[in-house]
Every structure is written in structure tokens, then in C-alpha cells.
């Protein structure tokens, strides 16, 4: 179980937890540890939205959220209800699988769910040639909060793959002390946060076509695309070490540039 800080197609682990796979325990305390850890932690001038796929969803974890102060963008699963909102006035319960169909998209207030209801803002999209539309619970008001952020989330599993198999091969550890393992992850997350850093430099000095720009998305809100990156910032920093290594210069530490996104996100997901 990691929180991952979303940076330049990637994520860094900012806190995890790691428990036998073989025993059994209770969800709900350890993500409420993981997410106070970080209480006070980010300024509040940042806005932040907390993305999390659909098997994560539970109302006491939007609530968790909310009360940090930051803004939930939680991806639920079609079943269930919803009651569209107009001031104090509910309407009629529909079904959440007839939000949207293909090529459509919503964004309203809601009362969502029959049993444990939410008052929130429901986001749904549906593009062409996906499986199911993206359903979304947020705390942010429709004009504020857009379904296309939530493309962001797919950068948490960059972040796995470089802690994984094209990265520094965890799936391959013999340690079987969580305590231990949670140490490994230190150290990991350490790294992984020095060879973005530094191929994010190596990135910003290549030509334009390779970094980031600021769109529009429909509702007229700025929401960041990047353009097709040829290496990733994790495999340009290690290029970058490399080569300074073989040519005998000390190794840097590059800064983190301020990214056009609509405010920090932090997403986190179980592995």
C-alpha cells in the first residue's frame, strides 16, 4: 500500500505500508495512517486531489480526505444510484450505469448511493473505444473539478513499473520482515526521486516537442497533456548518472520544476 506524489509521468512513494500476503488485515486503520502521516505536510496554497481506482471507494475514506482539506477524485463502480441536485431540491433516483453513454460526459451535484447516501459532485466520462465510462465521487464543485484529471492516476502505475520490472526489480526481493522491506522502500523511493528529478532536467533541455504544455479541456478549465515522450524521466536519469559516472563528473541533483497541472496530485493505489 503506497501514497504517491504524481511528478512528470511518474510517481515517488511519499508513504507506505507493507504487510504479509499471507495474513490478513483490516484496510481501513492502515489507510487512515497513511493519510494522517501526511497531515500538515503539503501547504495549504497547494490544492490537492486524491485519486484512487475503483476498488479503493469507500465513503470513510472520502471523508478522511475531505477532512485534510484536499479534494477526493474516487472512481466508483456503475452499480448503485444517484439523485441529481438543483439547490435544496432532489430528483428522481437513476441508476449510475446510465450516466453517461459512449463519446458523452457529466459533471453535477449529487446525492449518490440508497444506503450510506453522499452528498458530492459526480463526474463521469465515456470515451470512445474504452471498456467502461470513469464514474467519479469529488468533494470540488462541477466548475472547478473535471473527469479528464483522473488520467492522471495512470501515472501511479508508472511509478510501479519503475519500482518494478523496468526499474529496480522489487518483484525479485527475498525479504519476507515487512519492517525490513518498508526500509528497502526508503531507500527506493529516495532513488526513484533523485533519477526523475534528474531526468526531468535532461527532459526540460531537449527540444520543446518534449515538454509538457497546458490544453483546455471541455469545460474551460487548463488541464495538462504531455506530448509523446521517447524515455521516460526515470530511464533519462539513469542515462544521465551513467554517463557522468564513465566521464568522472560528480553527480547532480536537479530541481523540481513547477508544472502547469491543475494543482499537486497525489494518488496512491494498492500493489
Known amino acids: 500500500m503506497s501514497l ?6 511518474s510517481g515517488i512513494p511519499v508513504a507506505w505500508k507493507i504487510v504479509k500476503a499471507s495474513q490478513k488485515h483490516p484496510w481501513k486503520p492502515l489507510w487512515q495512517d497513511l493519510l ?3 497531515s500538515g505536510v503539503v501547504p495549504e496554497s497547494v490544492r ?3 485519486l484512487a ?4 471507494y469507500a465513503c470513510w475514506l472520502y471523508e478522511e480526505i475531505v477532512a485534510l482539506g484536499w479534494h477526493p477524485l474516487l472512481r466508483i463502480n456503475s452499480q448503485g444510484y444517484y439523485q ?5 431540491t432532489l430528483a428522481d433516483w437513476q441508476p449510475l450505469e446510465q450516466v453517461v453513454r459512449v463519446g458523452e460526459s457529466f459533471s453535477q451535484p449529487v446525492r ?3 444506503q450510506n447516501p453522499l452528498d458530492c459532485t459526480l463526474l ?4 470512445e473505444d474504452y471498456k467502461d465510462p470513469w464514474l467519479l465521487l469529488s468533494d470540488a464543485s462541477p466548475q472547478s473539478a473535471s473527469a479528464a484529471f483522473y488520467g492522471f492516476r495512470s501515472w501511479t502505475e508508472a511509478a510501479y513499473r519503475d519500482l518494478k520490472s523496468d526499474g529496480f526489480n522489487w518483484q525479485r526481493t527475498r525479504l519476507t520482515h515487512p519492517h525490513r522491506a518498508e526500509c528497502l522502500w526508503l531507500a527506493m523511493s529516495v532513488a526513484l526521486l533523485w533519477l526523475i528529478t534528474e531526468g526531468a532536467c535532461r527532459e526540460d533541455s531537449q527540444k520543446p516537442s518534449t515538454s509538457p504544455r497546458t490544453d483546455s479541456d471541455s469545460t474551460g478549465l487548463a488541464a495538462a497533456t504531455l506530448r509523446p515522450r521517447t524515455l521516460s524521466c526515470w530511464r533519462l536519469g539513469c542515462i544521465s548518472f551513467v554517463v557522468r559516472l564513465f566521464q ?8 523540481h520544476r513547477t508544472s502547469p497541472y491543475p494543482g499537486a496530485s497525489l494518488a496512491f493505489d494498492t500493489s
Do not use: I, K
Open 4 to 9: 504517491n506524489v504524481l511528478y512528470r509521468g
Open 248 to 255: 568522472g563528473l560528480p553527480l547532480s541533483w536537479g530541481r
Open 124 to 127: 463521469a466520462r465515456w470515451d
Open 36 to 38: 494522517r502521516r501526511l
Open 53 to 56: 481506482d475503483r476498488g479503493l
Open 84 to 88: 441529481v441536485r438543483s439547490g435544496e
Open 112 to 114: 449518490c448511493f440508497r
Open 48 to 50: 490537492v486531489w486524491v
